[in-house]
């Protein structure tokens, strides 16, 4: 089981939203490269980062500080927010990054999907958000009126390298991650599963671990971590067990 500690940057910073709420958030001292540094030192090997700033503009409004932190840290990072255009994939491949996560471009945009998976093979990972079941796009604000399992299902051959299965109910609200409906999004993947939002403590990361599913490979972990709910000695405990 991967431990993905997260990264949100918004203005620079390091941030948290409630539920994709850019409204309720919550801003930490550290920067984010400082971050990068304080996972690294605890014998963290992944790192999952959202540029935020690019999610609202559209635009990789912070490739200096992924570059940076790809720089100076040996880390696995898989990086997603505002990625909507092959050039976009191609700056951020280019940095040395392990995956680039696509989201509402791609899932609006099913060609776009195929193109990048064929050009950055096993580079692409593919976020999916719902909501109740329904796919949820644009910053979560609008809902597809399409069942997950379903767009599952159409793009499943593509050759995506990675699923990102992010419950919006419980994101950023440490009420535990949606289990149920990751294992069934995972038994109908044909890539690994990475379970997101809702982790609220170690319980939560050794029941990821207690399902014994193949298919799940790792578990995203922001909120939890910021607001000392799990103390990253602890977690990195996880990486080895």
């Known amino acids: 089981m991967k431990i993905f500690p997260a990264i949100d940057i918004k203005d ?105 998976c064929e050009k950055f093979k096993n580079k692409i990972a593919l976020g999916l958000d719902a909501k109740d079941g329904n796919l949820f796009v644009s910053g979560w604000k609008e809902n597809l009126n399409i069942k997950t399992i379903d767009y599952l299902k159409e793009v499943n051959g593509y050759g995506v390298s990675r699923i990102i299965y992010t419950d919006i109910n419980r994101d950023g609200t440490k009420a535990s991650p949606n289990f149920e409906e990751t294992i069934k999004i995972a038994e109908k993947s044909k890539c690994p599963v990475v379970i997101s939002g809702g982790v609220s403590s170690i319980q939560d990361i050794k029941k990821a671990k207690e399902l014994g599913n193949k298919n799940i490979e790792g578990i995203i972990i922001g909120k939890a971590i910021y607001d000392g709910d799990i103390k990253l000695s602890e977690l990195a405990k996880e990486i080895y067990i």
């Open 12 to 116: 620079k910073k390091c941030v948290r939203l409630i539920k994709g709420n850019f409204e309720n958030k919550t801003e930490y001292e550290t920067s984010p490269v400082d971050q990068a540094a304080k996972y690294k030192d605890h014998g963290f090997k992944n790192l999952h980062i959202v540029d935020l700033d690019g999610a609202l503009t559209g635009k990789t409004v912070n490739l200096d500080i992924i570059q940076e932190i790809v720089s100076k840290y040996d880390l696995k990072i898989e990086i997603g927010g505002g990625v909507r255009t092959l050039n976009d994939i191609k700056k951020y491949v280019d940095t040395g990054v392990e995956k680039v996560i696509l989201g509402s471009a791609a899932i609006k945009n099913k060609e776009f999907l195929k193109e990048a």
